[in-house]
């Protein structure tokens, strides 16, 4: 089988294509009805966002869903939009898109493959077992090719794979590194056999911590699956709604995908919501992959002492340990979690430039940026909350 008989289409909508071809490739682990690894790229997570208008028309965010197809079968895909604008990806280039239009260019609109608002690792390339090599190329290839017949700027592949980092390079895309901070289950049986594995002031810090947040006059709620019901949904949009406003202007999700989350999602997610007289004052939405979790929104309409920290982190945690996951991310950004037990660590993303001098000074600039976060890295990771031992075990 030669790659000259792989067909690539673009698709203006998740509808136009089969949602069991889709999830044969984002997540063949799940077939059978387990969890899948990577819940963001689900066929169904990727439609909630269209269906609720959260993604489309007037958010900057179009649709156009890349499929690679070997005889009649789908072999690959990805989720690929038009933006028209920088925000809701988490890598940032807004400074590469000032110096391309200062020189005269055009930035936008550029590609973006990638789960919108969502700075989680995850594959980008989504192939069907068996068909690794030639769907990731064929990806590639075709949305390079999509770029450049279309005269547009630039190509984003972020929040992608270590491997497919290499792999993408290996194809002459320009790789890049960024950092977050994860928590890393090295088999403890509950909280205190994490606590027992830092050093004795963080340890005091966070018992401190948990002990305030837990005086704010209520009860923590943790809620999965059939539990949550559509009131709560209520309370999760008015969190949303006051963080994204303080935080970045107009929220990227829309009521409606709520709504489809409880429709459709309800098995992918777990809320902790902080109740006080019966009702929700804080809370925080995960989602459950089949060894993460993986934070995503937080908010209140109370504030209460060290209460975000309990919510977001600390309960977190006791979950994954409870259901044995590998570890916890809480999103993009936040030194402030290093204090509690959250480690920094590399992500990674693919760029394709389309006019070759500016790809060039983009390259340089990527060398020293890569060179800085590996030491910004080494230097948090020994600035850690873990005793001296247990810190050497995570180098």
């Given at each position: 089988?030669s790659?000259?008989?792989?067909?690539i289409?673009?698709?203006d909508?998740?509808?136009?294509i089969?949602?069991v071809d889709?999830?044969?490739?984002?997540c063949?682990?799940?077939?059978?009805?387990a969890r899948p690894?990577?819940p963001?790229?689900?066929y169904?997570f990727l439609k909630?966002?269209?269906?609720s208008?959260?993604?489309?028309?007037g958010?900057?965010?179009q649709?156009?869903?890349l499929t690679?197809e070997?005889?009649?079968?789908?072999?690959?895909?990805?989720?690929?939009?038009?933006?028209?604008?920088?925000?809701?990806?988490y890598i940032?280039?807004?400074?590469?898109?000032?110096?391309y239009e200062r020189a005269?260019?055009r930035?936008?609109?550029?590609l973006?493959?990638?789960?919108?608002?969502t700075?989680?690792?995850?594959r980008?390339?989504?192939?069907?077992?068996?068909y690794e090599e030639?769907?990731?190329?064929?990806?590639?290839?075709?949305a390079?090719q999509?770029a450049d017949n279309?005269?547009?700027s630039?190509?984003h592949v972020?929040?992608?794979t270590?491997?497919?980092a290499?792999?993408?390079g290996g194809?002459g895309?320009?790789a890049r590194?960024s950092?977050?901070?994860?928590?890393?289950?090295?088999d403890?049986?509950d909280f205190?056999g994490?606590l027992?594995s830092l050093s004795s002031?963080?340890?005091k810090n966070?018992?401190k911590e948990?002990?305030?947040?837990q005086?704010?006059?209520?009860?923590?709620k943790?809620?999965?699956g059939?539990a949550?019901?559509?009131?709560h949904?209520?309370?999760?949009w008015?969190?949303?709604q006051?963080t994204?406003?303080r935080?970045?202007?107009?929220?990227?999700?829309?009521?409606?995908f709520?709504?489809?989350?409880?429709a459709?999602?309800?098995d992918?997610?777990?809320?902790?919501?902080?109740?006080?007289?019966g009702s929700?004052v804080?809370g925080a939405?995960?989602m459950?992959g089949?060894?993460a979790?993986?934070g995503r929104y937080?908010?209140c309409i109370?504030?209460y002492?060290c209460?975000?920290f309990e919510?977001?982190?600390?309960q977190?945690?006791?979950?994954?340990?409870r259901e044995?996951?590998?570890?916890?991310?809480?999103g993009a950004?936040?030194?402030?979690?290093?204090?509690r037990?959250?480690?920094?660590?590399t992500t990674?993303?693919?760029h394709?430039i389309?006019?070759a001098g500016?790809?060039d000074?983009?390259?340089q600039?990527?060398?020293?940026?890569q060179?800085a976060?590996?030491?910004?890295?080494e230097?948090?990771?020994?600035?850690g909350?873990f005793?001296?031992?247990?810190?050497?075990e995570?180098?």
């Amino acid at each position: 089988m030669s790659e000259q008989q792989i067909t690539i289409t673009l698709h203006d909508s998740l509808a136009q294509i089969s949602a069991v071809d889709w999830d044969a490739c984002a997540c063949p682990e799940a077939a059978g009805g387990a969890r899948p690894e990577d819940p963001f790229t689900t066929y169904r997570f990727l439609k909630a966002l269209e269906d609720s208008g959260s993604v489309g028309p007037g958010t900057g965010w179009q649709p156009h869903y890349l499929t690679a197809e070997l005889d009649g079968q789908t072999i690959a895909c990805a989720p690929l939009f038009a933006k028209s604008h920088s925000q809701g990806e988490y890598i940032f280039d807004h400074n590469w898109a000032h110096a391309y239009e200062r020189a005269g260019g055009r930035y936008y609109p550029k590609l973006q493959m990638a789960v919108p608002f969502t700075p989680v690792t995850g594959r980008r390339f989504l192939v069907r077992p068996g068909y690794e090599e030639m769907g990731q190329s064929a990806l590639v290839q075709g949305a390079v090719q999509v770029a450049d017949n279309n005269e547009i700027s630039s190509l984003h592949v972020t929040f992608c794979t270590e491997g497919e980092a290499r792999a993408g390079g290996g194809m002459g895309l320009l790789a890049r590194t960024s950092q977050q901070f994860h928590w890393v289950n090295a088999d403890y049986t509950d909280f205190d056999g994490f606590l027992a594995s830092l050093s004795s002031r963080k340890r005091k810090n966070i018992r401190k911590e948990r002990q305030q947040a837990q005086n704010f006059g209520g009860e923590i709620k943790v809620l999965t699956g059939d539990a949550i019901e559509a009131e709560h949904w209520d309370a999760i949009w008015r969190f949303y709604q006051d963080t994204g406003a303080r935080k970045w202007g107009t929220p990227y999700l829309t009521r409606a995908f709520f709504e489809s989350a409880h429709a459709e999602l309800r098995d992918d997610i777990m809320l902790i919501l902080a109740m006080r007289d019966g009702s929700p004052v804080a809370g925080a939405m995960n989602m459950v992959g089949a060894s993460a979790l993986y934070g995503r929104y937080w908010g209140c309409i109370e504030d209460y002492p060290c209460l975000h920290f309990e919510l977001c982190y600390y309960q977190a945690i006791d979950y994954a340990i409870r259901e044995g996951l590998q570890r916890v991310e809480a999103g993009a950004q936040g030194e402030h979690k290093l204090a509690r037990g959250y480690l920094p660590v590399t992500t990674h993303s693919l760029h394709w430039i389309r006019d070759a001098g500016f790809a060039d000074a983009i390259a340089q600039y990527l060398e020293a940026e890569q060179r800085a976060v590996a030491k910004d890295i080494e230097i948090l990771t020994k600035y850690g909350p873990f005793r001296n031992e247990v810190m050497e075990e995570h180098e």
